[in-house]
């Protein structure tokens, strides 16, 4: 199991939310350079980048991530506002995988076109959602789609990586949701990653035996109640 550490940025600053809410923000860091050299260098296996203005409809920090893809070796995947087909072949071309929510669901035909010319191993959809039911746009909008109808759907496009998180557990440090993980894993042909609620290394263990190929380390990892070497330790 990969162990991904994610970097939210946010006006420069390394952040992160409390259910994906911009109003309840708590900033770890002024330099996300710094802070991805520090998780490369305690032996993560990739990192999770996520541009949360571009989430948001409020800017940009594609300059701030295209330095840290300058500063570090391991894989990286971007994530935020790659809603457009364009930006997105920009940003597949920096990073290794990019990962794609909003679009997904709202476009089908420009994801096929996106398939088609980038491959299944370098995108990730991202089937966020709130206890089984899928939201898109920064966590603000609801879809009425069924998570796992929605695994299934894009499994038949062709697609095998998944990002899966329970808005509702994200930046709670109150456990990782492991009954939709559980459901998502068994699907045949998908690499799920678990992200959302890791407070502990008991929780990167639980999320290890529902079989996920990765699990995203955030709040926990910032506010030193993990370690990436601990982690790394369980997988």
Known sequence: MKIIPAIDIMNG???????????????YSTNP???AKKWEENGADMLH?????ATLGL??????????????SIPLEVAGGLRDESKIMDAAKLADRVVL?????????????????LGNQKIVISVDHKDGEIV??????????????AIKDFSSMGFTEFLLTNVNRDGTLEGPDLK??????????TNVIASG????????????????????????LYENKISIQEAKKIT
């Open 13 to 27: 600053q390394v952040v992160r939310l409390y259910k994906g809410d911009p109003k309840q923000k708590t900033i």
């Open 33 to 35: 350079i710094e802070i």
């Open 49 to 53: 980048l996520v541009d949360l203005d």
């Open 59 to 72: 800017g940009s920090n594609l300059s701030i991530i295209k330095k840290i893809i300058q500063n570090v």
């Open 101 to 117: 929510g909003t679009l997904a669901f709202k476009d089908k035909i420009t994801l096929k076109k996106l398939l088609e010319k």
């Open 136 to 149: 898109i746009q920064g966590w603000q909008t609801d879809t009425g789609i069924g998570l796992i109808d």
């Open 180 to 189: 939709f993980l559980e459901q998502a894993c068994q699907l045949e042909n």
């Open 197 to 220: 609620g890791i407070s502990n290394l008991k929780d990167v263990q639980d999320v290890k035996e529902k079989n996920s190929f990765g699990v995203i380390l955030g709040k926990a």
